[in-house]
Each structure stands twice: as structure tokens, then as C-alpha cells.
């Protein structure tokens, strides 16, 4: 099974930051990475599939890039509504998750 | 548009089995599997397993591989996860999703493990 690896576990930034997230594989995926943001008491929200492709709705603030073993979520220009938890997930094989970031602006 | 709509929260005694549904529309069922996730409280996200709504075929993680069952109803659209021989520590809300993408979550169901 393909183990994801997400750092910082959580983060604080001020509105107007920029802040990156990132999240690695024990063995290639490609670029079949998704990033979601989850604010308490919400379902998942998908942001990024394909490793850096934009969900439509989501704001350009929020950027994806990588492939292989190493993948990066940034956000430009933080809003307070950004203020949630992060988490990757590789479905290259068998699905797994990262265990989190949680960011608080 | 998508939907995917999972039965109410449920609650069990150790020992138990618990069956939660997750009720698709807004796109063809059979054109995308089903992916199960769990979430306890305060913790992370956890895949539990995935299901194709054509051949009924199903996978799932290691950890699970003994208490999940994966199912369908193809004529109303319809996933099914049953997890046997309850724990506590598997009170969590449980999420359908779709496709390898997880483009569309259900709203999750609260299972409550208690004596």
C-alpha cells in the first residue's frame, strides 16, 4: 500500500499569506493526487484532482503541482475562509489519505 | 446534478453489524465506483474501501478486509457498506463518494458504538 506523508501536521498564517502544503508518496503515483479541504462539521471539499488541475468554484488562489512522490498544495493570499483542514489522497492504488494540515488564519 | 444521499445516523452495540446506504442520482450509477471513507472524531480521513456498481466487484483496506461488505442495488441507485463485529473505536461518520476522483461526497452517517 502506498503511504502518504503530509506536512506541517498544522500551521498558522495571516490573511494575505501565502502558505504551501505538502504531501509525499512512498512509491510513485504519478499525478493521481487530489487535495480537500474540510471545515468542522462539513463534508470533504474537492480543490485540486490530477495532481494540479482546478476544481471549477474553487478559487485561483489555490494552486497544485508535483507528480511522482512529491506534491504541493499553495494557497496565495490567504482569506479567513481558508482557515480549515488539508488533506491529500493518492488513488494511484488503492486509495490512502494524508493525515491532515490544519491551517488557522 | 450529482447528489449522493446516505441513510440517518445509527447506533449499535459492540459485537453488532451496522448497514449504511448511500443513494445516488444525477448521473448514471453504473459509470463510476463507489469509494467508502470514514472519519472518527477529531481525526483524520480514513479509505475504507471501493465498490463497481457493474460487476459488483470491491476492494478494500487491509484493516477492513474481514468485517466490510460492499454492495448495490442497481435498480435505485444504490450503495451499501456493512461493517461487522463492531468496536467502539469504529464510531466515526462514515462517507460514500464517487469515482476514483471523489468528486462528490455524501453528507455521512453518525455510527455510535456504545455498550
Known amino acids: ?105 | 446534478q450529482v447528489q449522493l444521499v446516505q441513510s440517518g445516523a445509527e447506533v449499535r452495540k459492540p459485537g453488532a453489524s451496522v448497514k449504511v446506504s448511500c443513494k445516488t442520482s444525477g448521473y448514471r450509477f453504473s459509470s463510476s465506483e463507489i469509494n467508502w471513507v470514514r472519519q472518527a472524531a477529531g481525526q483524520g480521513l480514513e479509505w475504507m474501501g471501493w465498490m463497481n456498481p457493474v460487476s459488483g466487484a470491491s476492494g478494500s483496506a487491509q484493516k477492513f478486509q474481514v468485517r466490510v461488505t460492499m454492495t448495490r442495488d442497481m435498480s435505485i441507485s444504490t450503495a451499501y457498506l456493512e461493517l461487522s463485529n463492531l468496536r467502539s473505536d469504529d464510531s466515526a461518520i462514515y462517507y460514500c463518494a464517487r469515482g476514483d476522483g471523489f468528486d462528490s461526497w455524501g453528507q455521512g452517517t453518525l455510527v455510535t458504538v456504545s455498550s
Open chain 1, 1 to 105: 500500500d502506498t503511504q502518504m506523508t503530509q506536512s506541517p501536521p498544522a500551521m498558522s498564517a495571516s490573511v494575505g499569506d501565502r502558505v504551501t502544503i505538502t504531501c509525499r508518496a512512498d512509491q510513485g503515483i504519478g499525478n493521481y493526487l487530489v487535495w480537500f479541504q474540510q471545515k468542522p462539521g462539513n463534508v470533504p471539499k474537492r480543490l485540486i484532482y490530477g495532481a494540479s488541475n482546478l476544481e471549477s468554484g474553487v478559487p485561483s488562489r489555490f494552486s497544485g503541482s508535483g507528480s511522482g512522490t512529491e506534491f504541493t498544495l499553495t494557497i496565495t493570499s490567504l482569506e479567513p475562509e481558508d482557515s480549515a483542514t488539508y488533506y491529500c489522497l493518492q488513488h494511484s492504488s488503492f486509495p490512502s489519505f494524508g493525515q491532515g494540515t490544519r491551517l488557522h488564519i
